[in-house]
């Protein structure tokens, strides 16, 4: 197969994995950039040991090499890193499978699929996997992870002690749940129903209401006296007397 064809195979091929499933999904512009350097890098650098006597183990020493400075540099995801190899791969076939035929198309086909099947929202959706810190020191695993299955509202998968602090009183903790799906949670949220008032309060509540009104009711008595018996204002010769 020409190399010109394996190119812009490899060129469409990076700007679905870039345009059509990484970035729609996860939304970071510095790996959009990333992804292309490194994939039109590779495939230039492969391009050209292809047509020369040096052999392919360069290549993939080239490809180790890479991933190597690449992933030192930041730390990223694990997803991100699967991206990441991806692009390395597409563009190692793009360079150097030109022997290969049509093969190399089927190979940069199965990239991009796994990648699409690997990743996709609705593939394991429900388990999760997060760093708690608990405000307690837990040293019982069985009491940690009930506790944990309490504050998740989940299934607890595995729980990892990362730090056990006994002088602050907490736990760091990587835990590996199965959140419930939304449907399950009967009736409403706790959290958004209305605080629970005390009896006390309740009661106080209830006599500030009742001397409320009896209030008003002596306001509108005297109001009402006032209109109909209201007593005589004191006259000049009254206070004369």
Same mark, same amino acid.
Do not use: C, K, W
């Given at each position: 197969?020409?190399?010109?064809? /394996?190119? @812009?195979?490899? &060129? !469409? ?6 345009? #059509? =499933? +990484?970035?729609?999904? *996860?939304? $970071? ?70 022997? /290969?035929? @049509?093969?190399? &198309? !089927? ?6 699929? #796994? =990648? +699409?099947?690997?990743? *996709?929202? $609705? ?72 605080? @629970? ?10 006599? #500030? ?33």
């Amino acid at each position: 197969m020409p190399a010109a064809v /394996l190119f @812009a195979a490899d &060129l !469409v091929a990076i700007g679905v994995l870039t345009f #059509a =499933l +990484y970035f729609p999904r *996860h939304r $970071r512009r510095d790996l959009v950039v990333a992804f292309l350097g490194v994939n039109v890098g590779v495939l230039a650098v492969a391009g050209a040991l292809s047509t020369s006597t040096v052999g392919a183990g360069l290549g993939l020493g080239l490809f180790g090499v890479l991933s190597i400075i690449r992933l030192r540099s930041s730390e990223i995801d694990q997803r991100e890193v699967a991206y990441y190899f991806a692009a390395l791969a597409l563009g190692l076939i793009g360079g150097l499978g030109s022997s /290969l035929g @049509a093969l190399a &198309l !089927v190979l940069m086909a199965m990239v991009l699929v #796994a =990648l +699409y099947v690997g990743d *996709h929202p $609705r593939l394991l959706r429900g388990y999760r996997q997060q760093v708690v810190v608990v405000d307690r020191a837990f040293g019982d695993h069985a009491a940690l992870v009930a506790h944990l299955e309490q504050l998740l509202g989940a299934r607890v998968h595995g729980a990892t002690v990362q730090r056990l602090d006994l002088v602050d009183d907490t736990t760091v903790v990587d835990v590996r749940y199965a959140a419930a799906p939304a449907g399950a949670r009967g009736g409403a949220d706790p959290r958004l129903a209305a605080p @629970a008032v005390p009896a006390g309060h309740a009661q106080r509540a209830g006599l #500030a209401g009742h001397a409320g009104h009896a209030g008003h009711g002596g306001h509108a008595g005297g109001a009402a006296s006032a209109g109909g018996t209201a007593a005589p204002a004191p006259t000049l010769s009254g206070i004369a007397r």
